[in-house]
T-cell receptor, first 113, second 114 residues
Framework: AQSVTQLGSHVSVSEGALVLLRCNYS??????LFWYVQYPNQGLQLLLK??????LVKGINGFEAEFKKSETSFHLTKPSAHMSDAAEYFC???????????FGAGTRLFVKA | DGGITQSPKYLFRKEGQNVTLSCEQN?????MYWYRQDPGQGLRLIYY???????QKGDIAEGYSVSREKKESFPLTVTSAQKNPTAFYLC?????????????FGSGTQLSVL
């Protein structure tokens, strides 16, 4: 069965610092991987997705993620944090799309001035 | 603008009462979903529908019911059998025709018990 683990329920960085949010997955076959962002009291929106075309995936708002099969990881990074990046981030894994999408528990990112 | 509309934004339920959360989409998507979000637990699937007049239970369907009479609408009823209904409820949709498709989300309904 597929699953996804996000390391760290809360991450705090200073404005301008590197953002690193960790995600590890478990799947018997290469999955499709997603990062979603949720701002307070809103729904989720897609940041980026991995579909095997390239291991380094660039998303919106300067975020990117690298798929590492040997480490079963799909960590999300951004070189320089901005106050507007403060939100909750969810890693998700899917084998067959839609209803088979499994979400991690989420990581809340705090950005300090 | 195409999107998903959830209403109301806030809802309060009394003991023994059924309440219905609305979800409407104008994206012409075949598939629709309901998720429950609790702090620190991510999103858990309640029900999903891949086509009109058909729906399936997700991981935590007990105490909930749905209908899918129209392509654009997928209302969720939280029944009195759901003993811990306080949560943030998210409706989502997707085209339903590819394995790598993303989910489109509404802005959610916060349900609380009086």
């Amino acid at each position: 069965a597929q699953s996804v683990t996000q390391l760290g329920s809360h991450v705090s960085v200073s404005e301008g610092a590197l953002v690193l949010l960790r995600c590890n997955y478990s799947s018997s076959v290469p999955p499709y991987l997603f990062w979603y962002v949720q701002y307070p009291n809103q729904g989720l929106q897609l940041l980026l997705k991995y579909t095997s075309a390239a291991t380094l995936v660039k998303g919106i708002n300067g975020f990117e993620a690298e798929f590492k099969k040997s480490e079963t990881s799909f960590h999300l990074t951004k070189p320089s944090a901005h106050m507007s990046d403060a939100a909750e981030y969810f890693c998700a894994v899917s084998l067959t799309g839609g209803f088979k999408t499994i979400f991690g528990a989420g990581t809340r990112l705090f950005v300090k001035a | 603008d195409g999107g998903i509309t959830q209403s109301p934004k806030y809802l309060f339920r009394k003991e023994g009462q059924n309440v219905t959360l609305s979800c409407e989409q104008n994206l012409n998507h075949d598939a629709m979903y309901w998720y429950r979000q609790d702090p620190g637990q991510g999103l858990r699937l309640i029900y999903y529908s891949q086509i009109v007049n058909d729906f399936q239970k997700g991981d935590i369907a007990e105490g909930y019911s749905v209908s899918r009479e129209k392509k654009e609408s997928f209302p969720l009823t939280v029944t009195s059998a759901q003993k811990n209904p306080t949560a943030f409820y998210l409706c989502a949709s997707s085209p339903g025709d590819s394995y790598d498709e993303k989910l489109f989300f509404g802005s959610g309904t916060q349900l609380s018990v009086l």
